[in-house]
């Protein structure tokens, strides 16, 4: 039985053709493939999805493409960025090591209303009025997905089916509280109140959208890509992934490493709510309640 990294091949799947086994065994080692593979096969999805709805591809695409950077949004786009590449890198910083956070949206609704709860409710001075509400945003998250982790190691529970139950709960309590105990009286309107301006993020360019978020999370991306390609924490989390057993035999623990366990990446998510979160969004007018009506 041939055996690898990957893992042994059942003996009842079927053969590919040796011709086109070698042709797409080629196609996806080619640098660069991973990505332009991804983009294709979201693109046919895509597609397929809208044909099935009974809408026109040619229609919809360039809607969409006005809709993301035409018409004045693309500053809101760009800033849609934080929130949206911290959850990728939630789930993908450990799926490499064969692990999975589908919890990322309760994360990071928690990281956001944590960070929100501080910045209104303890003035702080300066930088620190900044680096404390994220910091307690990535704990939020953190603290959310930390409990996948006793449900695996101690009840057997998949982190695939924690993360995902306790997501749900998560979102309903940060809707929760940003409707009632944290929320803008006299609007009718599911928000806060306005954060001090010293929380504000740094805004880039004259931007209200865009802040000093969007070049950190970049560079955290950077930094994890670098580590992941030419780091021995970034081989020990992809031989994890890959096969267990094999990074044991490897000297490895054979479990995933620090980064890839659920608090941490908790907290990246929850880091990108607290972040995403703190820019000045725009605000309809405040409309006075109307008096109430005589008896």
């Not at 026109?56 to 949206?84: D, F, H, K, M």
């Not at 994220?134 to 529970?157: D, E, F, H, M, S």
């Not at 979102?171 to 105990?181: D, E, I, K, W």
Request: proline share 13%; net charge positive.
């Amino acid at each position: 039985m041939t055996a690898g990294i990957r893992g042994a091949r059942r003996a009842d799947a079927p053969e590919r053709p040796p011709a086109l086994r070698a042709a797409w065994e080629r196609i996806v080692a080619a640098p660069g493939a991973a990505p332009v593979l991804a983009i294709a096969g979201t693109l046919v999805l895509t597609t397929v999805v809208l044909l099935a709805a009974g809408v026109s591809p040619a229609e919809a695409y360039p809607a969409i493409v006005r809709g993301a950077v035409g018409e004045g949004n693309l500053e809101y786009t760009v800033a849609n960025l934080v929130p949206t590449l911290g959850m990728a890198l939630a789930f993908a910083i450990p799926f490499r090591a064969g692990e999975f956070n589908l919890g990322g949206d309760g994360q990071l609704a928690l990281g956001g209303i944590a960070a929100a709860w501080l910045a209104l409710a303890v003035p702080l001075p300066g930088g620190l009025a900044v680096a404390a509400p994220l910091a307690a945003a990535a704990l939020a998250g953190a603290l959310l997905a930390g409990v996948a982790a006793p449900l695996r190691t101690r009840l057997g529970i998949p982190a695939i089916v924690s993360t995902l139950l306790l997501s749900t709960p998560a979102v309903a309590f940060a809707s929760y509280l940003v409707r009632f105990p944290l929320g803008e009286q006299g609007t009718g309107i599911a928000q806060t109140p306005p954060l001090p301006e010293a929380a504000h993020l740094p805004a880039l360019g004259g931007s209200g959208h865009v802040t000093l978020a969007v070049p950190l999370v970049l560079a955290l991306t950077a930094a994890w890509a670098y580590a992941d390609a030419r780091t021995v924490l970034g081989y020990e989390v992809r031989a994890t992934g890959a096969n267990r057993e094999f990074a044991r035999y490897g000297g490895g623990a054979g479990d995933p490493p620090a980064p890839a366990t659920p608090p941490p990446r908790g907290g990246g998510a929850g880091a990108g709510g607290g972040a995403g979160g703190r820019r000045p969004p725009p605000r309809p007018p405040r409309r006075p309640r109307p008096p109430p009506a005589p008896p």
